[in-house]
């Protein structure tokens, strides 16, 4: 059976629907803790990596980013999924590397 796939800006409803709905907006949050927490899922999948190795680990970790991201892009109206589409039609243009070492 295949699974079923969402356009992303689907998955953003949903990720700050299911938000809203556990309470995580009955008031303003700061945006600066709000990209903290991206980014302390994108430690936690690092760490999962060094320690363990395990994929799915890993995988879960950037899935609980990748969410915290969308409920932050449907919170403030973001279309992540257009800005997703030029970056990467612009990133087709740019040069090898684009001239960095890493």
């Not at 079923?4 to 303003?28: F, M, S, T």
């Not at 991201?69 to 279309?79: E, L, Q, R, T, V």
């Amino acid at each position: 059976m295949q699974k079923k796939r969402y356009p992303i800006n689907e998955l953003i409803k949903e990720c700050h629907r299911v938000a809203r709905a556990k309470g995580w907006w009955q008031q303003d949050r700061n945006e600066g803790e709000l990209i903290a927490l991206m980014h302390s899922e994108l430690s936690e999948a690092l760490e999962a990596m060094r320690k363990h190795g395990n994929r799915e680990e890993v995988a879960e970790e950037l899935a609980d980013c990748c969410i915290r991201i969308f409920d932050y892009c449907g919170a403030h109206k973001i279309d992540l999924e257009e800005a997703l589409l030029k970056k990467i039609a612009y990133n087709k243009t740019r040069p090898f590397r684009h001239g960095k070492k890493f």
